[in-house]
């Protein structure tokens, strides 16, 4: 895998973690702890990302 589809996929991840810590927070009764792991992960691949980027 190249570093460039490498990139892409951690943007696919973060892309789609987005989306579901929306919809998670749109539900009556959000599981905050879940959209706090959730929110965790997406920094993590967020970090990753800038770091490949360099």
Known sequence: M????HVQALADK???LERVI???T???SPDTL??????REKLL???KMRFMGQ
């Open 2 to 5: 190249t570093q460039q589809a």
């Open 14 to 16: 973060h892309a789609t």
């Open 22 to 24: 929306t919809q998670e």
């Open 26 to 28: 749109k539900r009556p």
């Open 34 to 39: 879940r959209i706090a792991k959730l929110k």
């Open 45 to 47: 691949l967020k970090e």
